[in-house]
């Protein structure tokens, strides 16, 4: 079925101002952590890398980046051996509740971030006992993060079949030897498109980490928010955020073109 050329033209039209409406407001942040003017006027008359020299040696800023990279990675790794040994358990398997156990792993990611913060919140403090620090908000982001690493295995599971599977054990091979010699080659990509994936959502999310980092403790989106109207830091600020943008977009890129046509994860509310 072809279109008319006025359908053509409107559908071209609605979706460059979708992506106008997105992606504009990224590339004036991206510009404005070079801009020379101090008030950031537009269009930019000059350009500096003077704000860049201010980030790097802004200790709040490199603070907030060590947590937010330790929580990313920590996150992660926690939700590839979760999410991979979930996905296993639910595709390779068939046990009453299967279907309403794949539900609630999926869950997380599609609550909002606000209640999935004031639960665990109370969670740990209430019933656990525990301080809130950086342990809390790692575990806190292991619950969506797991969702991620979750859907790009059982969308390669599925893809695999169980042929390969069930040749290596007829040829003698046991359980771990199957999965290092076969299986796990042949997820290895959509494990690290779900561990790209999930540490970039953890490396961003500032509505969960809000209410389970510790007092005095910022990850980098916080510090973002933190200063964001204070006039002396908004040059760095800028270059944070760009940093932000730059970091969160290379690991989405790259999962992308790792996990092909899998059907992956979605995002969080």
């Known amino acids: 079925m072809r279109m008319s050329k006025p359908a053509r033209v409107l559908l071209w039209t609605a979706l460059g101002a979708g992506f106008a409406v997105i992606y504009f407001p990224l590339l004036v942040v991206l510009l404005n ?38 929580a990313g990675l920590s996150a992660t790794a926690i939700a590839l051996v979760l999410g991979t ?27 909002p971030g606000i209640v999935t913060g004031i639960a665990l919140n109370n969670a740990f403090r209430t019933i656990f006992g525990l301080d809130l620090g950086l342990m809390t908000a790692i575990v806190a982001h292991a619950t969506f993060c797991i969702v991620v690493v979750f859907n790009n295995v059982v969308a390669r599971l599925r893809r695999m079949g169980g042929n390969l599977e069930e040749a290596s054990m007829d040829l003698g091979a ?21 561990g790209l994936l999930a540490f970039a959502l953890s490396f961003d999310e500032i509505i969960v980490t809000t209410f389970t980092l510790g007092t005095g ?17 908004a040059p760095v600020v800028n270059v944070v955020a760009a940093v932000l943008i730059i970091v969160s977009t290379v690991p989405v890129y790259l999962a992308q073109r790792l996990s092909g046509g899998d059907s992956s994860s979605g995002g969080r509310i």
Request: avoid cysteine.
């Open 33 to 70: 952590s070079v801009n020379a003017d101090t008030t950031f006027g537009w269009p930019p008359k000059s350009f500096t890398l003077e704000w860049w020299g201010r980030a790097v040696t802004n200790e709040g800023a490199l603070h907030a980046l060590w947590t937010s990279v330790v």
């Open 85 to 111: 040994m979930a996905a296993f358990a639910l595709q390779k398997y068939r046990f009453f509740g299967r279907n309403s156990l794949s539900l609630l792993v999926i869950l997380p990611i599609a609550l």
């Open 174 to 194: 046991d359980g771990m030897t199957t999965f290092r010699l076969v299986m796990f080659p042949m997820l290895r990509s959509a494990l690290l498109a779900g």
């Open 217 to 233: 403790m910022e990850t980098l989106p916080i510090w973002i928010y933190n200063n964001l109207f204070r006039p002396n830091q």
